[in-house]
């Protein structure tokens, strides 16, 4: 944890002073070994990061005195079309996305993506909260993606996607394409990852009719956990 997220209801009547005596209080003393007086860095979540001076620390809580003054890290340019992996990887996913700086998921629906799947509370909005938030911790941020489910893929590609892509540039991720990726993307865009194996050609011919364009990082075919982080590094970072 590189930052104590705050949640809106930590802050009470004084936003200045706050007591935290769940799961947060016991990483601060056992993990984070700290000591009165000692500050760290915390941010409210969706809003602005800062830092929190320990006044008072005991078995049971921590009471903090915080200042928030700084805006978080801004988000890359980028909304992550996913088919939706297994649910054993997802939370991962959803994680590393999140920590690098993704501003809205879809989760999709595709041809080999087992029906179970979308029923795994593996995948629930629970666990991919909680996910996104450990991503959050981990990359000082405070704002949340925004997370979404397209559970039928062929009226999210006709109906939805194109006025998604309406002023983004749309990348479809394929490791038989013939094209290379782009370099540097700085404009607002929209990557579409498949599921393990890929998309099925007619699911490729649909999105590349509603405006996506297809590349691949080369012969060699990436597990989609694997496919995300590198993609996104290769693309923007």
């Known amino acids: ?11 009470g009547t004084n936003p200045e002073h706050i007591t935290l005596s769940d799961a947060r209080a016991e990483h601060i003393r ?3 070994r700290a000591n009165l007086g000692d500050t760290l860095k915390v941010g409210l979540l969706n809003g602005l990061t800062g830092s929190a001076n320990i006044t008072a620390i005991s078995a049971t809580s921590v009471s903090l005195k915080c200042e928030l003054h700084t805006s978080p890290p801004a988000k890359l340019p980028l909304t992550l079309l996913l088919a939706l992996p297994r649910p054993k990887m997802a939370k991962r996913i959803i994680r590393a996305a999140t920590e690098l700086g993704a501003a809205e998921i879809i989760l999709l629906n595709s041809y080999r993506v087992e029906k179970s799947y979308w029923q795994s509370p593996l995948v629930s909005d629970e ?12 990359a000082g941020d405070t704002v949340l993606p925004i997370l979404r489910r397209a559970t039928r893929f ?8 194109p006025s998604l892509l309406g002023g983004k540039i749309g990348l479809l991720a394929h490791p038989y394409s013939d094209q290379g990726p782009p370099q540097s993307v700085t404009q607002n865009c929209l990557l579409a990852i498949g599921p393990e194996g890929g998309f099925i050609p007619y699911e490729c011919e649909k999105l590349i009719a509603a405006g996506m364009q297809s590349f691949s990082l080369g012969p060699r075919i990436l597990k989609t956990e694997t496919a995300v982080s590198t993609l996104i590094g290769r693309l923007f970072l």
């Not at 944890?1 to 705050?6: G, H, I, K, P, S």
Request: no cysteine; aromatic share 2%.
């Open 30 to 32: 056992n993990v984070l």
């Open 1 to 11: 944890m590189n930052l104590l997220l705050l949640q809106p209801e930590d802050l």
């Open 154 to 161: 062929k009226p999210f590609i006709e109906d939805e996607l």
């Open 127 to 138: 666990t991919l909260h909680k996910a996104m938030l450990e991503g959050l911790e981990q």
